[in-house]
Each structure stands twice: as C-alpha cells, then as structure tokens.
C-alpha cells in the first residue's frame, strides 16, 4: 500500500512559476515509477510527466516543466516554469509497479488546483 499526498497548487499569472510535490508513505518509494497527470474540466485526465530509470515529459510541457525525485524524502516533485492558462488543471500524483507513462497507474494522490491566471 501507498499513499499519495501532492501540495504545492495554487494561483499564479501566466509566465510564472510553481512547485507542486508529492509526499509517498506505506512502502518503499525507489521501486515505484512515479508521475503526474492532470485533468481540466470537461476534459479527459492526461499524462504529464514521468521519472522511471529516465524522465518523460508531454510535449505541451516538454522545456518548461521538470520532474525530479527525492527517494530518501520519499517525495516527488514537479517544477513549472513559464506557466499558461492552458495549465490549468487539477494535477494528480501517480505512482505505478510498471507502465505509468500508459496509465497504468496503481495509486493516485488526491489532487492539487493549479490556476494560471492571463
């Protein structure tokens, strides 16, 4: 079992930036894959981010947002930069055994609110 609990959502303007993390408890963070997905009203829940052996990015947020992790804090973190109002979403954290970038996703945090004001 683990759970999942992001922090760091608020409301920003357009350009700015923002931290969002992710703390992880009830088993050992190293072996999970972890991630950030996001869901905007009226629209279906997307992949955002992912750090396994490597990092992957959406290419909506590919060279302004950056996925880090911090196994001894069991934390994940997501740094974005030069936000947009297109950003505005719920921001979820996911941690998966295997195949988070597919979605296959085995635990979800309970979400954050980012808004990116024009």
């Known amino acids: 079992q683990v759970q999942l609990v992001e922090s760091g959502g608020g409301l920003v303007q357009a350009g700015g930036s923002l931290r969002l993390s992710c703390a992880a408890s009830?088993?050992?963070?190293?072996?999970?894959?972890l991630g950030w997905f996001r869901q905007a009203p009226g629209k279906e829940r997307e992949f955002v981010a992912a750090i396994t052996l490597s990092t992957y990015y959406a290419d909506s947020v590919k060279g302004r947002f950056t996925i880090s992790r911090d196994n001894a804090k069991n934390t994940v973190y997501l740094q974005m930069n030069a936000l947009k109002p297109e950003d505005t979403a719920v921001y979820y954290c996911a941690a998966a055994r295997t195949g988070i970038i597919r979605g296959t996703i085995d635990y979800w945090g309970q979400g954050t609110q980012v808004t990116v004001s024009s």
């Open positions: 009830g088993r050992t963070f190293s072996t999970y894959e």
